[in-house]
């Protein structure tokens, strides 16, 4: 047990010899960085046995922030030209109002441009037209309906559906017609025969009317 601890410590100790190596050559590729070589600038005192002064990048930073907020920035010059480079290692996340402003405009205009070209995902061809979509779902509504017209066995197809259902509504049309006249003819005879009856009972009554008036004449005159 006390072996594998040892190889076990040997192996960190060798695991972190290589980590500080790879540090160590960053810091060297840093170093030689033009941009970074004013941080390194008398920094002999800060090695101190393989180790560095912690506070010693602190105070670069500091100084060189120093020194650019006392200088005006610089009118804009070509790309060859040199230049300083200030880092920001850490940031407090505050934002100045004119940031703000415009992070509140780009917001307003990407809500616009959403609401004109449409977001979210896409929905079944058959809502587009029932829906309010943007200009992405009707634009894929009308490459489907494009497809479709394109297509020549689909349009042979619905050309025989639209044949068949034609022919029967021509079928249901004619039946219809021919149900309707025949009701139309069966009301007709019913009512030309209560005419008929009618015209029998009339002739017998005017056969006795002469009669009838004769008695009223006569009734009139026994009467007076």
């Known amino acids: 047990a006390e072996s594998n601890k ?33 941080l390194f600038e008398d920094s002999t005192e ?5 180790t560095v002064d912690s506070k010693y ?32 290692l850490c940031h407090d996340g505050s934002v100045n109002g004119s940031k703000l402003h415009q992070l509140k405009e780009l917001s307003d205009r990407l809500n616009s441009l959403e609401g004109v070209v449409g977001s979210g995902p896409g929905i ?37 559906n639209a044949d068949t259902l034609k022919e029967a509504f021509k079928d249901i049309q004619s039946s219809t017609l021919v149900n309707i006249e025949e009701q139309s003819t069966k009301s007709k005879e019913q009512k030309i025969n209560k005419m008929f009856e009618m015209m029998e009972r009339w002739d017998e009554a005017s056969h006795a009317l002469p009669a009838i008036v004769d008695r009223l004449k006569a009734l009139k005159d026994l009467n007076q």
Do not use: Y
């Open 6 to 38: 040892e190889e076990s410590t040997k192996r960190t100790i060798a695991q972190t010899r290589e980590s500080m190596k790879a540090m160590w050559q960053s810091v060297e590729q840093l170093k030689s960085n033009p941009h970074l070589s004013s």
């Open 46 to 50: 800060s090695f101190v046995d393989g």
């Open 57 to 88: 990048f602190a105070k670069r930073l500091q100084e060189l922030q120093e020194r650019g907020a006392s200088q005006k920035p610089p009118h804009r010059q070509d790309a060859s030209a040199s230049s300083e480079a200030v880092l920001t």
């Open 124 to 160: 079944a061809p058959e809502t587009l037209l029932t829906t309010k979509g943007g200009i992405v779902r009707n634009i894929e509504c009308l490459n489907q309906r494009f497809a479709l017209l394109c297509d020549q066995s689909r349009l042979s197809a619905l050309k025989k």
